[in-house]
């Protein structure tokens, strides 16, 4: 994760006083922070963020006229077992702790840093009860005991808090809590909670506590991203597992997600797959192109419809009223846009999933379907736009729109759309029930009309072509350990380009070309 080496700069600087410059050097050196030298491109949005961070800690001080600023380690609050039989629960906080006094006392205060822009309503009021809670009334963990023993309570053992009488910064209970959210863009900062500690702790039992009671009471288990590093994946009944799922014979590479989408990433420049698994900052002009806009609100918009009950077919009466402007998802389209989009969603109704489906008939959008394959040491994961149970049968659709009117078929649609290439294979390995019926649609949407193309998971040959498909754009993904750019003219489309040297410098010849 990126933010592993942008927190082991900051704790250079930060606890063992290195200075910015020399703290930022240790990117270019090999070993110094990992075992292989950062990323080139990781580390340009690295030294970025480090700066940017720092910055917004300086202003935010100034503005609260603080004082004995201190970096301190993460705060944990304990909850002692009822019994020898019991465990200890522990709630933790993760981001950077600072203690310092202001006219009105001592505070305590954790700075969450994400990747883009600072934005709290993407907190819910239980996220941010537990948070200030934590800060409020947790301990302090014991670092030199902790550092010599880590292995020991990452593994469970709980960790080691000193009391409040220590001496040691960060200790001592606070007069104030504050939490904020700092975005790494722009070093800005928004504030998720800031109050006394009986605040704080009068937050947490409203919204907080039922909160982590319902997590420790719920026992459905959904296949998904949590079974990356899930330490019960293995005894897990709910996991399907599917040895040589990708085709590949190799456990040597660390345990990774592989989806249709990172192959087809890697397969155009190994550099744009390893930031977009990093989730670094986009170009949102490169990235969300007129296509891609149109594209994702016509998503939105059959996922509205699709997520209707009663549930029923689509309709013309369904569609955007006005075609020159309307919004889905949080994409707002007018003009040309707007009208071409609509026009796509016009054909919808006349293959509308739901055409003929008990209205009670189990349908789910925008699902998530994950399937372990233990021989390569990879989780599988496919984003399905719909998966329904029609005639006994579970149905993978796949929604594409496009403005052109070509329409592939056979290996040539696998080879396009290479997520429906996976959703067979997923079939074969269990992750969606196969039934006789079973099928992948690829439903395609375009200005000009519709296609509906069937792909058979039962079909011998089509397993075949989808595995050749998903084992080509897997393989290669897999064996990369250098994510090297691949400069040339796609970099002008880039939506990276500012996180990767390599391709910038191409990128500029070719404009100046």
Known sequence: MPFEPFNQILDLIEFEKLGEVEALARLDIPKALSPRLIHEGLAVWVRQAVRRFRDGLATDMAVVEAHDLTAVRPWVHQIPAADPHSRTYELCVWGRGYTYRTASGLTRELRVPVIGHADGTRRSDAERAVMAYVVAVGGLVDTPVFDKDKGRFLSGVPFPVLPATATVPGARTPEHVRVVEVGLADGESVPLFQGSVEAASAYFAKHGRTAIRDLFRSTDLRP???CL?????????RLPTFAGLLGIRDRSRARRVFTATNGRYHAECAAKEYFRSLRLPVDAAKENTPAVRQGKAVHAWLERLHNRSPRRPCTEADMPEDPDSWSAGGWHLQGAEARNAAAMLAHHPDICPFIGLAPDAPAYTERVIAADDPRS?????????????RNGSWRYRELKTTS?????????????????????????????????LSAVEVEILTPHGA????????SAPTREAARRKVNALASAWHADVGHLANPGPACQGCSYLRWCPSAKADANEVASA
């Open 451 to 458: 296609d509906l193309r069937i792909l058979d998971p039962n």
């Open 224 to 226: 998904g991203y949590d």
């Open 377 to 389: 040491n990879t989780l599988v994961i496919a984003h399905a736009d719909l998966v329904y149970l």
């Open 229 to 237: 590093d899930c330490k019960a994946r293995t005894d897990c009944n």
């Open 404 to 436: 052109s009117s070509r329409i592939h078929d056979g290996e040539s649609l696998l080879n396009r759309y290479p997520q429906a290439a996976l959703a067979v294979l997923l079939f074969e390995a269990g992750a969606i029930p196969l039934g006789p």
